[in-house]
């Protein structure tokens, strides 16, 4: 169960804001089959399930969310092949369900604009047009993801969807360039692996240190070096960071976040003979 922690100096909790099914192939790149298979049963479309979990963060100052999740702008046909939850009421319901205000958003970030984390940004009006889920948040994403999103490869196409770069534009969007501190104690550190300038959050309490690394380590069997997605459209340079930030994280004895993992939220990581494993599995 979700609940707000005191890191030292700043309270961080998660929220799963949609669930999704997504090819477990491509969630698992040049990985067999019968070994993904034993993270994630696949169903008779070898779908996998899959949440987006946000992060949210609580200062005297601000309330900060983490991702946006899918949303509830989608087509029938779209919806049902992701197998979408909710396919109604988006992150405006799923804030709500848990007693938080969407209007007390004060900071959106986003850690790069693929659908599957940004499309919540839009809720949709009574008259059919998409208007902001969070009127009052402001969007923080890195300027060279924000070009890339506007003009994207063939590979990553299908990941961006213009509608919703639009309703980010109404809410304002704060271009960062490079890595550094957002708020106090919460700063962002760049992976170009999985796409161009995708914003690693790290949260240092006085406590505890989390790393929230999105699709770099999008899940707990994600955590060994060579499982990378087939969606990454750098997948050599994803498996340097991903490993550099382990080494990190070890270091810190610090909390990982999972995005896209339905059944752990989060984990520590420990370093071995074969390299960085799961230490212990954490909630938040
Ligand atoms: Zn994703």
């Not at 007693?99 to 009006?125: E, Y």
């Not at 490869?153 to 639009?166: C, H, N, Q, V």
């Not at 550099?244 to 976040?257: I, K, M």
Request: charged share 25%.
């Amino acid at each position: 169960m979700e609940a707000w922690v005191d890191l030292g100096g700043i309270e961080a909790r998660t929220l799963v804001v949609s669930r999704f099914k997504l090819d477990g192939g491509a969630m698992f790149g040049q990985v067999p089959k019968p070994l993904w298979s034993r993270y994630s049963k696949a169903d008779d479309l070898n779908r996998i399930p899959l949440v987006v979990r946000s992060l949210l963060l609580r200062t005297p100052e601000a309330l900060v969310l983490v991702e946006a999740g899918m949303g509830e702008n989608f087509g029938a046909s779209e919806a049902e092949r992701l197998a979408l939850e909710p396919v109604a009421g988006g992150l405006d319901d799923a804030l709500r369900a848990e007693d938080i205000d969407p209007r007390a958003v004060t900071h959106l970030v986003l850690t790069h604009l693929h659908f599957d984390h940004a499309a919540g940004v839009a809720r949709r009006s009574v008259g059919g047009t998409p208007v902001p889920a969070l009127p009052h948040a402001r969007v923080y994403v890195q300027r060279s993801h924000w070009e890339r999103a506007h003009a994207p490869g063939i590979k990553e196409k299908r990941s961006f969807r213009p509608e919703d770069l639009a309703v980010m534009e109404e809410m304002g969007v704060e271009l960062i360039d490079g890595e550094g501190e957002i708020l106090p104690r919460i700063s962002v550190r760049l992976s170009s692996g999985h796409t161009d300038a995708l914003q690693i959050v790290i949260v240092r309490g006085k406590r505890e240190t989390l790393y929230y690394p999105s699709d770099l380590i999008p899940t707990l069997a994600h955590v060994r070096a060579a499982y990378t997605m087939g969606f990454d459209q750098w997948p050599n340079r994803l498996i340097e960071e991903k490993v550099a930030l382990l080494a990190d994280v070890a270091a810190d004895d610090g909390l990982l976040v999972f995005v896209h993992d339905p059944n752990t939220v989060a984990a520590r990581i420990q370093e071995g003979a074969h390299g960085y494993s799961v230490r212990c599995k954490e909630t938040l």
